[in-house]
């Protein structure tokens, strides 16, 4: 019984701390998930506005599953929305998805990033903008 008890604690002291940093990197993945669903959505949405005429707009409900900011960037004359996903290890995560066209936020054709709270819906109005300097983009307003 003595000895049982003795491989039960050196077992139980070796897997629990195994079983935890699982545990860990399920929820990251899980975080990393719910962000790209987040992404794809609104770029599924900036396609098929991008792909209307001008002027064109779509609204959406937008499932917000982490504190984060949306971004826009260009990399080799390709488009990416993106966010960063805290991970359990205070480390982050780049998630991004590309889009066919330049994105701004909040209607403003400057702005390429929008700060968002986690929250159950945002009801997002996606439209093609004109800017000041006659570039035209998409646009993304979370309200």
């Known amino acids: 019984m003595l000895i049982f008890f003795i491989v039960l604690i050196i077992l139980s002291t070796i897997s629990v701390p195994l079983v935890s940093d699982e545990i860990n990197n399920v929820n990251d993945v899980a975080s990393s998930v719910k ?5 794809v959505n609104i770029a ?3 396609n098929m506005v991008y792909s209307s005429d001008y002027g064109s707009m779509r609204t959406i409900s937008v499932d917000c599953p982490i504190k984060s900011r949306v971004y826009y960037k260009s990399i080799s004359n390709k488009h990416y929305i993106y966010t960063y996903v805290l991970l359990s290890d205070n480390s982050t995560k780049e998630v991004r998805v590309q889009v066919p ?12 990033y929008s700060y968002l709270n986690k929250r159950w819906y945002y009801n997002t109005e996606v439209k093609w903008i004109n800017s000041s300097n006659g570039y035209d983009s998409v646009n993304v ?3």
């Open 35 to 39: 962000a790209k669903n987040m992404l």
């Open 44 to 46: 599924g949405t900036v």
């Open 101 to 112: 066209c330049k994105v701004s936020f909040n209607n403003n054709p400057s702005y390429y």
């Open 141 to 143: 307003y979370f309200k």
